[in-house]
């Protein structure tokens, strides 16, 4: 579940019962022609989606840091 997607009112309705949030972090940084320079933050934000999604958290967006 995406923090970034939800409406206020579920998120509201998500806090009544849950108090935990995934934030993905990652560098950008370079990595050599053939690899996107955001990969590292790209692969922590899908490890964090699938973990929410079995947890049943809300993800926020990725953390960028370079």
Do not use: C, N, T
Not at 13 to 28: C, F, H, T
Not at 42 to 60: H, S, T
């Amino acid at each position: 579940m995406r923090l970034d997607y939800a409406f206020w009112p579920d998120v509201e309705k998500y806090l009544e019962k849950e108090d935990r949030l995934i934030i993905p972090a990652g560098s950008v940084e370079q990595h050599g022609p053939a690899v996107a320079m955001g990969i590292d933050y790209i692969i922590a934000a899908a490890v964090a989606e699938a973990a929410g999604k079995e947890m049943g958290l809300y993800v926020a967006p990725p953390l960028a840091y370079g």
